[in-house]
């Protein structure tokens, strides 16, 4: 599976950079590319680790930022990169401008025609043992259980949200 995608990741990666290779100034950004020194890049890097908002100022460091701009164009639609990844937050953001923030619902069925828990609140005395996942209760037993009291069905709601909440 990880084989399968990462091929997949290649090929998009390749077919992304292709298209954008093509463009006129291939060989400005080739030349820009073999140009940045380390010492322009290990600038950058200690200038954001610094969190400095204030602007790049040396000229290497600009074409080194230039450069960052171009693979983050190139690799955006490349899955799991790290531009794609930014991409996403950034739809994601705005979509929370626009729509407002998400909402989550949670919808929980207790199947108490399946539980033993409710066998134990109607007051039956019941081996806990004896009960393996192989020999659940009868359906037939637990519906007919929780029909003629529907009060042990309310009792096995409550006790199973309080356990949850």
């Known amino acids: 599976l990880f084989t399968v995608f990462n091929i997949m990741q290649r090929r998009k990666a390749l077919l992304h950079t292709s298209l954008r290779v ?49 693979v983050n164009a190139i690799t955006k639609h490349v899955p799991a990169s790290a531009a794609s990844r930014a991409e996403l937050r950034s739809q994601l953001r705005g979509m929370m401008n626009v729509l407002g923030l998400p909402s989550f619902y949670i919808t929980l069925n207790m199947a108490d025609v399946y539980s033993p828990a409710v066998r134990v609140l ?34 096995f709601f409550d006790t199973y949200m309080q356990s949850f909440l």
């Open 122 to 155: 109607s007051g039956e005395a019941v081996d806990v043992d004896a009960l393996l996942p192989l020999n659940p209760p009868s359906y037939w037993d637990q519906a007919l259980l929780v029909a003629q009291n529907p009060c042990v069905s309310a009792r």
């Open 22 to 70: 093509r463009k006129a100034s291939f060989e400005e950004v080739a030349s820009d590319l073999s140009s940045v020194s380390l010492d322009a890049l290990d600038g950058m890097v200690r200038h954001a680790l610094q969190h400095e908002r204030a602007p790049i100022r040396k000229p290497e460091e600009r074409q080194a930022e230039k450069l960052l701009r171009e």
